[in-house]
């Protein structure tokens, strides 16, 4: 909210900007599971959906996050089995609906979006940039404001630091949790989307908030710190 770059790319382009704060959603809701079909797992899945919805590679960060959930435990496999069918299907049908009554044919926009992208690889024709673009476009993102990028960086190491060591407690469970589940988005998206030849840095929209939230740790771990050095 209050980083420049977001902003720009957000008042620019608010597909995007819907992407990444359907995804952040999810995202909150994800760290509140459990093994059964409740709210949390409704709102995950509907947040989930909404971002697939309005762009389709945003699904990219949320498959090893489903597939540490489903074989995690068997009741995990059946409540996002069951939040598939009762929440994602019925919100992509209504959408496929408006689509086709809009275009006055059956349209999936999804397969489109996956034939014009992947298959015919039509979007090269707008540009080509080097695999290692969107690590250049995510440095110079973190460094627009001054100190930003080390403050990051720093932040980024401590959360997985304490999260690797069980001290970031999942509100679901009140205990901590060894799983990287924003390393492992953030990297998910970069890896899949690096593959495809067409890169803008707009496309990466959904895993800048992530970036703010290390920046916010590691302020929050430094105001713990300096309040220990004044109690001794």
């Known amino acids: 909210m209050f980083n420049r770059r977001i902003n ?21 809701f994800y760290t ?11 709102l995950m899945t509907f947040s989930i959906t909404l971002a697939f919805l309005v762009r389709s590679s945003s699904l990219v960060g949320w498959v090893p ?29 209504s959408s496929v609906l408006a689509d086709s009554m809009y275009y006055g044919t ?14 015919d690889n039509i979007s090269k024709c707008f540009g080509i940039e080097p695999w290692y673009y969107y690590i250049i476009e995510l440095i110079e993102f973190v460094t627009v404001e001054k100190g930003f ?17 069980g001290l970031i ?6 205990t901590g949790s060894k799983f990287q589940t924003l390393l492992i988005f953030i990297l998910s998206n970069l890896f899949v989307l690096s593959k495809i030849e067409h890169k803008e840095q707009r496309f990466m929209t959904q895993i800048f908030p992530l970036f703010a939230i290390y920046w916010a ?5 430094m105001i713990r710190f300096s309040k220990r050095i004044d109690q001794l």
């Open 217 to 221: 740790f590691f302020w929050l771990i």
């Open 65 to 93: 996050l489903a597939l540490y959930k489903v074989f995690s435990s068997f009741d995990y496999f059946c409540s996002i089995f069951l939040a598939g069918i009762c929440i994602a299907v019925p919100v992509f049908l």
């Open 106 to 119: 059956f349209t999936i926009p999804q397969i489109n979006f996956v034939y014009i992208n992947v298959v």
């Open 149 to 165: 990028f080390p403050v990051q960086m720093f932040g980024l190491s401590l959360f997985t630091l304490y999260q690797a060591n």
């Open 169 to 174: 407690p999942l509100q679901s469970e009140g």
């Open 32 to 42: 509140k599971l459990k093994p059964t079909f409740d709210k949390n797992m409704a």
């Open 8 to 28: 720009e790319i957000w008042q620019k382009t608010l597909t995007n900007g819907a992407e990444a704060v359907f995804s952040v959603c999810g995202l909150y």
